[in-house]
Nanobody
Framework: QVQLVESGGGLVQPGGSLRLSCVAS????????MGWYRQAPGKQRELVAT???????DYTDSVKGRFTISRDNAKNTVYLQMNSLKYEDTAVYYC???????????WGQGTQVTVSS
């Protein structure tokens, strides 16, 4: 089994920054793609950012230029640096990962990010 544990959420003012972390642990050979999703109240869960095994990244348009996804393979950790936060970034943020060799998909429990003045 694999566990993903997120941290770093909280309350921040508009224009502020937060850094989310997600650590993977358990039984796997390595991690392939990792990503961050978010779900705001009353809305569907959406993909925010993805980082592939080779380090390539992809972002949803609404966060491009403000958010940066990165990973530390030695620590099985993915990060999401969020700058210039806006009210509409308020959501529960979930970590997602695919593990090798089975390419099984796992989810974290979520961490709340609230942007409010």
């Amino acid at each position: 089994q694999v566990q993903l544990v997120e941290s770093g959420g909280g309350l921040v003012q508009p224009g502020g920054s937060l850094r989310l972390s997600c650590v993977a642990s358990g039984s796997f050979f390595s991690i392939s793609t990792m990503g961050w999703y978010r779900q705001a109240p009353g809305k569907q869960r959406e993909l925010v950012a993805t980082i592939f095994g080779g380090g390539q990244t992809d972002y949803t348009d609404s966060v491009k230029g403000r958010f940066t996804i990165s990973r530390d393979n030695a620590k099985n950790t993915v990060y999401l640096q969020m700058n210039s936060l806006k009210y509409e970034d308020t959501a529960v943020y979930y970590c997602n990962a695919f593990t090798r060799p089975t390419m099984s998909e796992y989810w974290g429990q979520g961490t709340q990010v609230t942007v409010s003045s």
